[in-house]
């Protein structure tokens, strides 16, 4: 049930932060960790959805030289206009590929706890409260992550970027 109820939308993160090649193997490795971690689930919670997250990021921090290394590389390709006529013709193509070059640029640059934050907020509309229970961290301490990226990206981006990462 958990599984059914989550898999497509811990995929759809997975996607965006290391790219679509990896992300069938590591959504379904952060259920198999939920599996094997059952007995640490705080019942007390209603929803698996921050527990699951959590999981998904600790498993992403193990490919970070891989989300940095797609940041890296969207950040060298052509301008968003070029990218946008492919990007039409090609479906299903998840947010992390259509990422500016600057905004990859920018999500390179930053800490690991802060892009953890922001992309929680930002591509998993995790509420602060979420984020802070998925990584274990003073729901505080994601505000000033949060923050901190937002003020990184916009110094790096101009105000657009402020547009772009506030979904949250």
């Given at each position: ?74 950040s060298r390709s052509a ?45 998993a509309q995790l509420s ?9 961290i003073p729901a505080g ?28």
């Amino acid at each position: 049930m958990i599984f059914d109820r989550y898999y497509a939308a811990i995929h759809r993160y997975v996607a965006a932060r290391l790219g679509t090649a990896v992300a069938d193997d590591v959504a379904a490795e952060t259920f198999l960790a939920a599996f094997d971690q059952r007995d640490r689930y705080d019942l007390a919670r209603p929803e698996a959805r921050a527990w699951l997250y959590g999981i998904a990021t600790n498993l992403i921090g193990r490919h970070r030289r891989g989300e940095i290394r797609l940041y890296r590389a969207i950040s060298r390709s052509a301008p968003r206009e070029e990218l946008a006529d492919h990007a039409d013709r090609v479906a299903g193509r998840v947010a992390a590929e259509r990422l500016s070059p600057e905004l990859a640029r920018g999500l390179a640059a930053l800490a690991k706890g802060d892009r953890d934050a922001l992309l929680l907020v930002a591509c998993a509309q995790l509420s602060y409260a979420e984020v802070a229970h998925a990584l274990d961290i003073p729901a505080g301490t994601v505000g000033s992550r949060v923050n901190r990226a937002r003020r990184k990206l916009r110094t790096t981006l101009g105000p657009t970027a402020e547009e772009i990462m506030s979904h949250g």
